[in-house]
């Protein structure tokens, strides 16, 4: 898929500063809806929560990038479920 490779060559050695979230997760919807591929229901919601996410958080600040704020929170957990996580770190 010439559109997958197109959207992860993107990603492939930028810097984190420059990689803009809401369009990676928008090109990846974007896919996924073209080719009628199947999703899990609380991936895609997971997506398009961190879509309105970032847009919110760039009226406030249109500087911020919520992937390089979220890497702590990834480097924490990609070791554990996500449960186990929220429930040892109180993340909700």
Do not use: H, W
């Not at 996924?32 to 760039?58: C, H, P, Q, S, W």
């Not at 600040?61 to 770190?89: M, R, W």
Request: charged fraction near 25%.
């Amino acid at each position: 898929m010439k559109e997958l490779k197109d959207l992860f060559c993107v990603i492939n050695g930028a810097d984190l500063d420059d990689l803009d979230g809401m369009k990676l997760l928008a090109g990846m919807l974007g896919i996924i809806r073209n080719y009628r591929m199947k999703l899990d229901g609380e991936f895609a919601t997971l997506i398009t929560n961190m879509m309105v996410l970032e847009a919110m958080a760039k009226d406030i600040d249109p500087q911020i990038n919520i992937l390089k704020c979220a890497i702590p929170y990834f480097s924490y957990i990609k070791d554990q479920t996500f449960v186990e996580a929220v429930a040892e770190k109180s993340l909700v």
